[in-house]
């Protein structure tokens, strides 16, 4: 994204997502979420230069809006010759037992985690998730991380979960009333004085690597 400015959300802004996780933070209305939709041009902007892949996969805030069908193997069925490729697809992150539940009757994890295969199921070149972690108890959120830690491809995030960025993400950018005001690696960004300043809750990794004068990306 170079220069890149919608209606007055967005205002100026420069990314680059390379290889690895970038992750964007925010507070709510600095702009996250609208990022994430010029960045796959389901938005266009007003001025300013949005250069993506191909085919960009996406997995939207709330999964349940990814579904089309009525059962997880109805939503597979276009992208795989038959029904045993998908169950070894699905078994390859231990959902094979999801193939004929009703999408509707998913729990939360179970639909984030189907959203985001779904968005990589036809072999996207980059992928947008927002708010991978939203509603997730910890098992579902280690899931989500070891997914999308799995991809061979970039992967774009937006999240509140500071602790979930921290831990996963190789750069991060953070946002506020539509500007970058900073960017850089994430024990960068995270271990900043400047960050505290910014009035974001400190992830607890960080609260307890600066009593132990180490930059810790987890607790675990």
Same mark, same amino acid.
């Given at each position: 994204m170079e220069d890149v400015w /919608?209606?007055?959300?967005? =205002?100026?802004?420069?990314?680059?997502?390379?290889k690895g996780i970038t992750?964007?933070?925010?507070?709510? @209305?600095?702009? =996250?979420?609208?990022?994430?939709?010029?960045i796959t041009k389901s938005l266009k902007p007003?001025? @300013?230069?949005?250069?993506?892949?191909? =085919?960009?996969?996406s997995s939207w805030q709330n999964p349940y809006y990814t579904f089309i069908k009525s059962t997880v193997y109805e939503e597979f069925k276009e992208f795989f010759k038959?029904? =045993?490729?998908?169950?070894?697809?699905? @078994?390859?992150?231990?959902?094979?037992?999801?193939?004929?539940? /009703?999408?509707?009757?998913?729990?939360? @994890?179970?639909?984030?985690?189907?959203?985001?295969?779904?968005?990589?199921s036809w072999s996207p070149n980059a992928l947008v998730v927002d708010e991978p972690t939203n509603g997730l108890g910890l098992k579902e959120k280690k899931m989500v991380e070891e997914l999308l830690k799995s991809m061979k491809i970039p992967v774009i995030i937006a999240s509140h979960d500071l602790d979930f960025v921290l831990k996963i993400s190789d750069y991060v950018y953070v946002m506020n009333d539509g500007h970058i005001i900073a960017e850089g690696s994430a024990l960068d960004v995270f271990y900043d004085d400047k960050f505290s300043l910014l009035e974001f809750p400190e992830p607890y990794a960080v609260i307890v690597g600066k009593r132990l004068g180490r930059r810790l990306r987890s607790i675990e």
């Open positions: /919608y209606k007055d959300i967005v =205002k100026g802004i420069n990314i680059v997502c390379g992750a964007i933070i925010g507070p709510n @209305g600095s702009g =996250k979420t609208t990022t994430l939709r010029l007003d001025r @300013g230069k949005v250069l993506i892949p191909d =085919k960009v996969g038959d029904r =045993k490729e998908i169950e070894d697809f699905l @078994g390859n992150y231990g959902l094979k037992h999801l193939i004929d539940k /009703y999408t509707f009757k998913l729990s939360m @994890g179970q639909a984030r985690i189907i959203s985001i295969l779904i968005a990589i």
